[in-house]
């Protein structure tokens, strides 16, 4: 059995952003199985879906132990989500190749992550300009908040999350697509208090019911293919571990602007947009951006970029004693 090491490498970085940001798996590990690899449509469906079962929890695990989970937000979720997954592969394969109704769902599926990007940097600004003459005149940032922070209590709802959970399920039985990108489009729009950090990592543990009942339809009635999953999970798991590992330590800013970056991405692949015209969109709009965004932090009456101070005033030593010789010591 031939092993593929490029492959193995490609998808260590796509692994990385999974655990970075919950998303991007099936938006760029299918289409980078096919594009790049030259793996059937199905195949890589099936491979890709049997390997995330494995890299999903790895993942997961991190964010469970970091406390970076809700986990009423998961049950509903998957109470949802588990049952339709695996009719989405029969639905699928009911349907045949269903090659127009996969080209509408990767159509309305760009829409959503263009909208959801462009929620992340509207929920970013109006963050800064509402807190900047405030936290300007402190010395802080909206982007130093860190996943340390107590969140803010969440009030769960059952019905949409579950309906959310479902739809996404029928959508990543059928293409792969949507165990992170799309149930965390909704989950921004239903839950727009829910932290970055916490909601990559809700994301990424609801995912894994999800993605095992999908795999299983997939191993069942797919095109699994062992040598392509062996190669992804080679790569996946280290890569999922190492970016899981960031995410849960990572500033929340850090995290949004990473999610809106990805959900960019994974929106132009969804479109069709080819490699190289890709890559230059991406380029562009995260140097555009870096600019606007440092213009907009200095309107507002913060530093251009939230780089860390240097003129704090250092620590005074604690003095505990009442004795003579003691404040001798300290001011010696």
């Known amino acids: 059995m031939h092993f593929d090491y490029q492959m193995a490498m490609g998808s260590f970085l796509v692994a990385i952003v999974v655990g970075l940001t919950g998303m991007g798996g099936g938006a760029l590990m299918t289409?980078?199985?096919t594009v790049f690899f030259g793996v059937p449509p199905l195949a890589a469906v099936s491979s890709d879906l049997v390997s995330a079962a494995v890299m999903k929890p790895v993942g997961s695990l991190v964010h469970l132990r970091r406390g970076t989970v809700n986990l009423r937000l998961v049950a509903w979720?998957?109470?949802g989500s588990v049952p339709t997954a695996f009719c989405g592969v029969l639905l699928a394969r009911a349907l045949g190749h269903g090659d127009r109704l996969q080209n509408v769902i990767e159509i309305a599926l760009g829409v959503a992550l263009l909208?959801?990007?462009?929620?992340l940097v509207i929920r970013s600004y109006l963050t800064m300009s509402a807190g900047g003459p405030r936290r300007a005149a402190r010395g802080a940032s909206p982007d130093d908040a860190s996943s340390a922070e107590d969140p803010a209590p969440i009030s769960v709802r059952p019905i949409p999350t579950m309906?959310?959970?479902a739809v996404g399920g029928l959508v990543v039985g059928m293409t792969s697509v949507g165990s992170g990108s799309l149930i965390i489009v909704a989950l921004l729009a239903l839950y727009p208090k829910l932290t970055a950090n916490r909601l990559v990592g809700t994301d990424l543990?609801?995912?894994?019911?999800?993605v095992w009942?999908?795999?299983?339809?997939?191993?069942?009635?797919?095109?699994f293919q062992l040598s392509v999953t062996l190669a992804l999970l080679a790569g996946s798991i280290p890569g999922v571990f190492l970016g899981s590992l960031a995410s849960?330590?990572?500033?929340?800013?850090l995290i949004r602007w990473a999610l809106a970056f990805v959900l960019l991405a994974s929106a132009l692949k969804m479109f069709g947009v080819g490699t190289t015209p890709m890559a230059w969109a991406l380029v562009a709009a995260a140097v555009v951006g870096t600019a606007a965004w440092c213009l907009l932090r200095a309107w507002n009456g913060l530093r251009p970029l939230p780089l860390p101070r240097h003129d704090t005033p250092s620590a005074q030593p604690v003095r505990t004693g009442h004795s003579k010789a003691d404040t001798s010591v300290a001011t010696r």
């Open 115 to 119: 909208i959801a990007a462009s929620g």
């Open 205 to 210: 543990l609801q995912a894994v019911p999800l």
């Open 248 to 253: 849960s330590r990572a500033p929340g800013g």
């Open 163 to 165: 309906l959310v959970g």
């Open 213 to 223: 009942a999908a795999a299983l339809g997939h191993i069942l009635f797919g095109d």
């Open 77 to 79: 979720l998957c109470a």
């Open 31 to 33: 289409p980078m199985l």
